[in-house]
């Protein structure tokens, strides 16, 4: 059973940084494709980052070059670092994982706020 559990959101102040976590658990290998959604009040659930198996990485245009994808496969844990937040990157942020064969799983989220 694939268990995807986010952490690491909060409050944060504009222009400050978060390190959200994603730990893995179950079936979920360095062969998946990882990645980090977001979901903004009253919108749709937008891609933020993913990391290929190969290590491929691929941002949206709005976090280019403030946010980093990593994972550590030893830990099974993929990271998102947060930098340079601004209140439009307020939103709820979710753990995804693709399985070889293209199956999803999410995680539950985790709360980002990015208020003064």
């Known amino acids: 059973q694939v268990q995807l559990v986010e952490s690491g959101g909060g409050l944060v102040q504009p222009g400050g940084s978060l390190r959200l976590s994603c730990a893995a658990s179950g079936s979920v290998r360095s062969t998946w494709t990882m990645g980090w959604y977001r979901q903004a009040p009253g919108k749709q659930r937008e891609l933020v980052a993913i990391m290929t198996r190969g290590g491929s990485t691929n941002y949206a245009d709005s976090v280019k070059g403030r946010f980093t994808i990593s994972r550590d496969n030893a830990k099974n844990t993929v990271y998102l670092q947060m930098n340079s937040l601004t209140p439009e990157d307020t939103a709820v942020y979710y753990c995804?994982?693709?399985?070889?064969?293209?199956?999803?799983?999410w995680g539950k989220g985790t709360l980002v706020t990015v208020s003064s």
């Open positions: 995804n994982g693709a399985d070889p064969v293209g199956k999803d799983y």
